[in-house]
Structure formats: C-alpha cells, structure tokens
C-alpha cells in the first residue's frame, strides 16, 4: 500500500511539473513568485513573475530544447513589465508564442500559449 501512495504521489508531482506546449490552447495562471516551464516553438521556457510597483515584472529563462550537455550555456534570460489590464508576449522564431495578461494589483498573470499566423493581403 505504501509503495502505491508513493507512486502516485510521484505521478501527481510530475503531472503537475510537465510543461505547457504553445500548441496547448488553455491558459496558465502564475501566482506571484510561482514558476512554470513551456515549450516555445525548439525552446524550452521557465518563467515567473513578481508584483513590483502594481506591474507584473516578468521574467523568463529561454534556451533550446535539447540535451543538458548540447545546449549548456545557451540560454537567455527575457525580463519585461506587463501593466494591469494589458499584455506582453514572447513569440519564438517558429511561430509560436506566449501572451502574458496582468490582472489588477499584480495578484495574477494568466499565460496563453497560442501560434502566431501571418496573414498575406495581395494589394489589387
């Protein structure tokens, strides 16, 4: 029975821990100081956010998906402020992006993945 209770523990916290696809249409809801990892397109992302001044001060940390060894030194930290009521957005080079919404007070910050289109109007 105890091994049972640790395995499923251990399903639950991984579950819990899988990063979110830009493919995935449903949104991320960051409490202050609570981090989550997204896959962007070939990157992988963990990011955060911070109340300061009423903002939500972002920051992600960016570097390709891949094996620890092939991509040690890689990465890029991305840090930008999001004001109640608006968005910001990483998009990586592959379409893919994520939109960051700041709720009043800095209390939340919802994350939706989405794929960003391009859309080509031939001029008559």
Known sequence: MRAFILAASAAVAI???APVSAAEVHNVVLKPAKGQ???V???KAVGYFLAKDGKCAVTLMVA???EEDAVKGAGTRVRFDVEPGATGAFEASEGQALQFA???GAKTLTVKPFERVA???PQS
Request: with cysteine; proline share 6%; net charge negative.
């Open 15 to 17: 579950s819990l821990a």
């Open 37 to 39: 990892s997204f896959n």
């Open 41 to 43: 397109g070939a990157n």
């Open 64 to 66: 390709p998906a891949g």
């Open 102 to 104: 700041c709720e009043a």
């Open 119 to 121: 859309l080509f109007q």
